[in-house]
C-alpha cells in the first residue's frame, strides 16, 4: 500500500501549482540536477505510509542540515553524463583502431564532433565518479550512527567494485587522451553501465537531501517525528502557512477524543489559510520533509483528502452542490473500507440552501463522528450545527477563528480559539465599501426613459 490523495487536494494545497510557480515543491527544489529535481517530484507525487521510512528520511535530511554539507559536483557534468549514458548503440563505441590519421586531423580542426560528444560524455561520468569517491571517503566518519550510513555503505560498496576499479587509475583532467577516452568510453558506457547507474541515482538523492536541508535552514522549519498509525494523534505546535509572509501560527492537536474539529468564522478570518496550512504540513511530513511550524509529531495516515477550492463541472452539467455531494461520497467509499484518513472540508454544503446545508452539514458530520481510527476539519458558517452536534457527539471540538470590531471595521486576529463563533459581518464590508450607496446614487441620476 501507499499513501493515497487526489487531484483535488494536490490543487487545494497548491502542491505543484501552475506550471509550477510558487508552489510547494518549487519552494524546495534547490536542486542542482535534472535528475534530483525528476527525483524530488517522484517523492511529492508519492508519500511514504511507513512510520520508520518516514522518520529515517528525515533523519537523513536533518543529517545533511548538521553537517553543512555541500554538493560537491558541477551541475553540467550531469548533463553530459546522461546524454552520453543514453546512448547505447554498440556502432557508437570507441576503438583504438578509430584513432586514424582522418580522426587526429578533424580534431586538430575542430570537427570531429561525434568523438567531443563521446570524450565530453566519458570526461563528464569520470569525473562524478571521481568526486563521490572522494565524498564517501570525507563523510564516512561523520555519517556513522546516522540514518544515512546504509545509503552510503551501498553506494560505497558498488564504488569498490572490482570492475570499477581501472577507472579511478586514470588522473580527472579536462582533456583525457583518445586512449583513456576510449577505454573509459568500453568500461562505463558498455561494461558497468548497470553500477554507473545506479550510482548516479545515489548522487541524485544526495541532491534532494541537500536542498531540502538548505531549505529547512533558510526557512526555519522542523522536523515532524512520525508516530505509529494506532495512536491517532496529531500535535503541532505553531504551524503556518509556508508561502504567507507574516503568517500567523496555530497550534492545535488531534486525538480518538477529539478527532474532529469543527470550525468557524466569518469570512476573510483565516478558515481556509489555515486548513491549507495544516493540510501542507501533513503532506509533507508524510514525505519526511520539514514543515513550516515549532514542533509536530503525527500518526501516520493512509491518506490526505482536502476540499477547499472545489470547482463546478459543467462540461457534465454538475451544479456545485453535486459536486459537492459526490465529493462526499468519494471520502464515504475510502471510509467504508476502514482506511485511517484525513480529511478537510472547507465551509461543506455550501452549494445548497441554509435548511439544507444545516441538515447535511449535521448529519455528515455525525456520521464522520463515529470513524474515531479517523481524522476530520470541518468548516462551516451554519454555526447552528454545531450547537447541535455539541449535544449529540462527544469528540467533536469546536474551534472558531474570531472577528474582532474597531468601530465599525472589522479585524482578525487568525488565532484559534475554542466554541463556536456568531460572527456574521458581511453586511457590515458591504456598507464600509458604500456599495448600496453607490446603487441608489445611480438608480436616481439614470431614471428609466
Known amino acids: ?71 560537491p559536483f558541477r551541475s553540467d557534468w550531469f548533463d553530459a553524463a546522461e546524454h552520453y549514458l543514453s546512448n547505447t548503440d554498440d556502432r557508437s563505441r570507441l576503438g583504438g583502431e578509430t584513432d586514424s590519421l582522418g580522426r587526429k586531423f578533424r580534431s586538430m580542426i575542430g570537427s570531429d564532433t561525434e568523438y567531443e560528444l563521446l570524450h565530453k560524455g566519458a570526461s563528464a561520468v569520470h569525473h562524478i565518479l571521481c568526486n563521490l569517491k572522494d565524498f564517501a571517503a570525507s563523510i564516512k566518519s561523520a555519517a556513522d550512527g546516522t540514518p544515512y550510513k546504509q545509503e552510503l555503505d551501498e553506494m560505497t560498496k558498488l564504488l569498490e567494485a572490482e570492475e570499477l576499479q581501472p577507472a579511478f587509475k586514470i588522473k580527472p583532467g579536462n582533456k583525457l587522451s583518445f586512449q583513456d577516452t576510449s577505454f573509459l568510453d568500453k568500461l562505463l558506457r558498455f561494461q558497468q553501465i548497470d553500477k554507473v547507474k545506479k550510482l548516479l541515482y545515489y548522487i541524485y538523492n544526495l541532491d534532494v537531501y541537500i536542498s531540502v536541508a538548505n531549505v529547512a535552514t533558510a526557512r526555519n522549519f522542523v522536523f515532524p517525528e512520525a508516530l505509529e498509525t494506532s495512536l491517532h494523534t496529531i500535535r503541532i505546535t505553531n504551524v503556518y502557512h509556508p508561502h504567507l509572509e507574516g503568517a500567523v501560527p496555530n497550534s492545535i492537536t488531534i486525538t480518538p477524543d477529539s478527532n474532529i474539529i469543527f470550525l468557524t468564522g466569518a469570512n476573510m478570518a483565516g478558515k481556509s489559510t489555515f486548513m491549507k496550512s495544516l493540510g501542507i504540513a501533513l503532506f509533507l511530513a508524510h514525505m519526511g520533509f520539514p514543515v513550516a511550524a515549532e ?50 472540508f472547507d465551509e461543506l454544503f455550501r452549494g445548497t440552501n441554509v435548511k439544507d446545508a444545516y441538515e447535511a452539514t449535521v448529519a455528515i458530520t455525525g456520521a464522520f463522528a463515529k470513524k474515531r481510527n479517523c481524522m476530520f476539519i470541518v468548516s462551516t458558517h451554519i454555526m447552528e450545527a454545531g450547537d447541535t452536534l455539541r449535544e449529540m457527539h462527544k469528540n467533536i471540538r469546536f474551534l472558531y477563528l474570531p472577528t474582532k470590531m474597531n468601530g465599525t471595521h472589522p479585524y482578525y486576529t487568525y488565532t484559534l480559539e475554542e466554541g463556536i463563533t456568531a460572527d456574521r459581518h458581511g453586511m457590515i464590508i458591504i456598507n464600509n465599501e458604500g456599495i448600496l450607496d453607490i446603487l441608489k446614487k445611480g438608480l436616481t441620476e439614470t431614471p428609466v426613459k
Open 295 to 344: 514542533k509536530m509529531e503525527f500518526s501516520v495516515r493512509e491518506g490526505l483528502f482536502t476540499t477547499i477550492n472545489l470547482p463546478d463541472n459543467l462540461n457534465l452539467g454538475y451544479s456545485h452542490f453535486y459536486v459537492e455531494v459526490l465529493r462526499v461520497k468519494k471520502m464515504a467509499e475510502f471510509l467504508r473500507q476502514g482506511k485511517n484518513l484525513f480529511i478537510i
Open 1 to 71: 500500500m501507499s499513501f493515497i490523495t487526489d487531484k483535488q487536494t494536490l490543487d487545494d494545497l497548491n502542491i505543484f501549482g501552475k506550471r509550477g510557480h510558487n508552489s510547494v515543491y518549487a519552494l524546495f527544489n534547490r536542486t542542482g540536477t535534472r535528475g534530483g529535481a525528476e527525483l524530488l517530484e517522484q517523492m511529492f507525487r508519492y508519500p511514504l505510509d511507513n512510520a520508520d521510512a518516514i522518520n529515517r528520511r528525515s533523519g537523513i535530511i536533518r543529517f545533511f542540515q548538521q553537517s553543512k554539507t555541500q554538493f
